[in-house]
């Protein structure tokens, strides 16, 4: 079946440095790929996505390359910033619109 | 963007009784709407999707006579978790798509449960 895993966390960063939240992905077809994130006290929010091979989101300085070859979707972010402590969960999409979602990484970004 | 609401946030009841959590699109409406269930330190599970106007289609395992989903309107979809045990103590999120058939799904804050 379909699954999604992601690395385990928490992720505890200084502020500015580079971030790398790995995730790959089982699935059958050609799914889409998604991250989002949640902050404290607040819904999940679509963060990127991904829809073919080789494409690339990104937002707010995030960015994830969908790589069939190796079934990943890492998430990176290049100089993180207070603001960006969260958790953020990898999902996939391969039947319909129902998600799939990794178990999330909580991000904690220290000044 | 569009917002997703879920009331109430937190709930505790005793075992046997029942709760209901509405899930509502504030401002688009939405055709499907999706209900998921988080255990601590885990992932989001599909319960059920929830297109308007039809029956709720029930992932594997869950007991569709247990867990109630009604879809009325384009913008709002309630979960019934009918005779509630301690073991359906978790963290419940619906999320919601576009009329117009956009893929992303826009997630409400979640429910907690607790029941005694």
């Known amino acids: 079946g379909n699954s999604v895993t992601q690395m385990e966390g928490p992720v505890t960063l200084s502020e500015e440095a580079f971030l790398t939240i790995n995730c790959t992905y089982t699935?059958?077809?050609?799914?889409?790929l998604f991250w989002y994130v949640q902050y404290p006290g607040e819904g999940l929010q679509l963060l990127l996505k991904?829809?073919?091979?080789?494409d690339k989101g990104s937002n707010k300085g995030f960015e994830a390359t969908y790589r069939k070859e190796t079934t990943s979707f890492h998430l990176e972010k290049g100089s993180v910033q207070v603001s960006d402590s969260a958790v953020y969960f990898c999902?996939?999409?391969?039947?319909?619109?129902?998600?799939?979602f990794g178990k999330g990484t909580s991000l904690l970004v220290t000044p | 963007g569009a917002v997703v609401s879920q009331h109430p946030s937190w709930v505790i009841c005793k075992s046997g009784t029942s709760v209901k959590i509405e899930c509502r699109s504030l401002?688009?409406?939405?055709?499907?709407m999706f209900w998921y269930r988080q255990f601590p330190k885990q992932s989001l599970m599909l319960m059920a999707t929830?297109?308007?106007?039809?029956?709720?289609?029930?992932e594997q395992g869950v007991e569709k006579d247990k867990f109630l989903i009604n879809h009325a309107s384009l913008t709002l979809s309630t979960l019934t978790v009918t005779s509630a045990h301690p073991e359906d103590s978790s963290f419940y999120i619906c999320?919601?798509?576009?009329?117009?058939?956009?893929?992303?799904?826009?997630f409400g804050p979640g429910t907690r449960l607790l029941v005694l």
């Open positions: 999320s919601a798509r576009y009329a117009g058939g956009e893929e992303t799904q826009y």
């Open positions: 699935a059958t077809g050609y799914p889409s």
């Open positions: 991904a829809t073919k091979a080789d």
């Open positions: 999902a996939l999409s391969a039947t319909g619109y129902a998600l799939n």
């Open positions: 401002d688009f409406q939405a055709t499907t």
């Open positions: 929830s297109n308007e106007g039809s029956k709720a289609t029930y």
